[in-house]
């Protein structure tokens, strides 16, 4: 086996805050850790702590090194873009069969993610969740800001919780902006905030000034079978922000299985900025984190 119940955790690492925030928990809790960052995505504060560093798809030198470190279990955590069919294909099929590598692409990006943890755990290595290594970085049920959701953002929510359930077969985007009943807009590959500018452009005036808070509610959920050990929900203090900008209300994420970075910043930040942010049940999760 590649895994060592002696060894360290290691951190395959792409973009945003998370790596770091999950590399801060293991440092202050006296964990034993190795960081392998991928060029081009971990961000500049992540690359100094790196141990080494990678391309994406250099899946020889990035097995090759887990099996150096022999962790005890491994985390995929942060973003990254996806490169396009044929350098997947490419990269895939060095380890693969072509055309089982050819169906796990062609499914989507769910799929591609799961393709990469059953390579990693083919060689013996455990991989696990950062929720499962720093579960304080995960919203709890009872996660509220100061606000709370009036009877349409209520309503909002339920129809949100709905549509991403419905969605969760074609592994689209895990979040949507809904207003009472009407959907404003569902995430795509380009991401939340994107999304959430997509809205706010949808409701400048024919001066380039949004007229008024609109309302509408932001639902960020993890998707109905979707492995949580990668590409789990994850928002921030900018979610909140660009939430504002587009004139909602609030936002709604699911309890349990959405990670909310710097926790305490982002709660201040949504009461600032006057939207409520809370944590709900999702009904096809076995369970929430109190």
Same mark, same amino acid.
């Given at each position: 086996?590649?895994?060592?119940?002696?060894?360290?955790?290691?951190?395959?690492?792409?973009?945003?805050?998370?790596?770091?925030?999950?590399?801060?928990?293991? *440092?202050?809790? /006296?964990?034993?850790?190795? +960081?392998?960052?991928?060029?081009?995505?971990?961000?500049?504060?992540?690359? @100094?702590?790196?141990?080494?560093?990678?391309?994406?798809?250099?899946? @020889?030198?990035?097995?090759?090194?887990?099996?150096?470190? @022999?962790?005890?279990?491994?985390?995929? &955590?942060?973003?990254?873009?996806?490169?396009?069919?044929?350098?997947?294909?490419?990269?895939?099929?060095?380890? !693969?069969?072509?055309?089982?590598?050819?169906?796990?692409? $062609?499914?989507?990006?769910?799929?591609?993610?799961?393709?990469?943890?059953?390579?990693?755990?083919?060689?013996?290595?455990?991989?696990?969740?950062?929720? *499962?290594?720093?579960?304080?970085?995960?919203?709890? !049920?009872?996660?509220? /800001?100061?606000?709370?959701?009036? *009877?349409?953002?209520?309503?909002? =929510?339920? +129809?949100?919780?709905?549509?991403?359930?419905? #969605?969760?077969?074609?592994?689209?985007?895990?979040?949507? &902006? =809904? $207003?009472? @009943?009407?959907?404003?807009?569902?995430?795509?590959? *380009?991401?939340?905030?994107?999304?959430?500018? !997509?809205?706010?452009?949808?409701?400048?005036?024919?001066?380039?000034?949004?007229?008024?808070?609109?309302?509408?509610?932001?639902?960020?959920?993890?998707?109905?079978?979707?492995?949580?050990?990668?590409?789990?929900?994850?928002?921030?203090?900018?979610?909140?922000?660009?939430?504002?900008?587009? /004139? #909602?209300?609030? =936002?709604?994420?699911?309890?349990?299985?959405?990670? &909310?970075?710097?926790?305490?910043?982002?709660?201040?930040?949504?009461?600032?900025?006057?939207?409520?942010?809370?944590?709900?049940?999702?009904?096809?999760?076995?369970?929430?984190?109190?």
């Amino acid at each position: 086996m590649a895994s060592s119940a002696n060894g360290p955790i290691a951190i395959v690492a792409g973009s945003g805050r998370l790596p770091i925030q999950l590399v801060e928990h293991l *440092e202050q809790t /006296g964990q034993d850790y190795r +960081v392998l960052a991928f060029r081009g995505f971990a961000a500049p504060e992540l690359r @100094k702590k790196a141990h080494a560093s990678v391309d994406l798809l250099d899946l @020889k030198t990035i097995l090759h090194t887990l099996e150096g470190w @022999k962790p005890r279990a491994v985390s995929l &955590v942060g973003a990254v873009r996806r490169p396009g069919f044929s350098t997947l294909l490419g990269a895939y099929s060095a380890l !693969r069969n072509m055309q089982e590598v050819k169906e796990v692409i $062609a499914r989507g990006d769910d799929q591609v993610l799961r393709g990469a943890v059953m390579l990693i755990e083919e060689r013996g290595h455990r991989v696990v969740g950062a929720h *499962e290594l720093a579960p304080n970085l995960v919203a709890a !049920r009872s996660l509220s /800001g100061s606000l709370k959701p009036n *009877e349409d953002d209520l309503q909002a =929510i339920a +129809v949100g919780l709905d549509l991403l359930a419905s #969605l969760s077969a074609f592994d689209i985007g895990q979040g949507a &902006v =809904i $207003a009472r @009943k009407h959907v404003l807009a569902i995430e795509g590959p *380009e991401g939340t905030d994107r999304m959430l500018r !997509r809205v706010a452009g949808l409701r400048q005036s024919w001066f380039g000034l949004r007229r008024r808070k609109e309302g509408g509610v932001l639902i960020k959920a993890a998707k109905r079978g979707q492995d949580l050990r990668v590409d789990m929900p994850t928002i921030g203090p900018r979610t909140v922000a660009e939430a504002a900008k587009a /004139g #909602l209300s609030g =936002i709604a994420i699911g309890a349990g299985s959405t990670f &909310v970075l710097e926790q305490e910043e982002t709660l201040r930040t949504a009461d600032r900025l006057g939207l409520f942010l809370i944590a709900v049940d999702l009904p096809w999760m076995e369970s929430t984190r109190d």
